[in-house]
C-alpha cells in the first residue's frame, strides 16, 4: 500500500490495467484484507453445494427409465436414482437431446439435413409405391 489511499491505488491500477483494472468495490475490499494481515492470494474454501458430475453410468440409467416409460417425470428419476432434479432434467436435455412432449419424453427436432433427408427418403418410398400400383 506504500501510504497511497484508496483512490490513489484504485488510480495506479486503472492506469496500469485499463479497462480490466478491478472495480473500486474490489481495491476497498483488497485494502481491507491487507489492513488486517491477510496476504493469501487464494481463495478461501467456501460451504455449499458439491460439485456433481454426470458419468456415462448414470446417464444410462436415466435413458434406461425413460425407455421404459416414456410418461416419467423428472421428479420420479430423481426419487428412484437419489440424484437431484435439476441434474436430471440437464441429463435428460443436455445429454439425451430429449424433451418433454405431451407428457412424453420425445427426440428434439431434427436439424436441417436430417429433415432433408427424410423428406427425401419418403419421397422416394412415395414414388416407389406410386409406381408398382399402377
Known sequence: MQGKTLKEIHAILTEALGEHAPLYATVK????????????????SRPGRLITVTTPDIIDQIHKLILEDRRISA??????????RERIEST??????????SAKW???CLNADQKRSTVQSSEKTLKFFSARSK
Open 106 to 108: 420425445v427426440p428434439k
Open 75 to 84: 421428479k420420479s428419476i430423481a426419487k428412484q436414482l437419489g440424484i437431484s
Open 29 to 44: 475490499n483488497w485494502v481491507t484484507q491487507f489492513k488486517r494481515g491477510d496476504f493469501s492470494t487464494c481463495d478461501v
Open 92 to 101: 435428460i436435455h443436455e445429454d439425451l437431446d430429449l424433451r418433454k412432449l
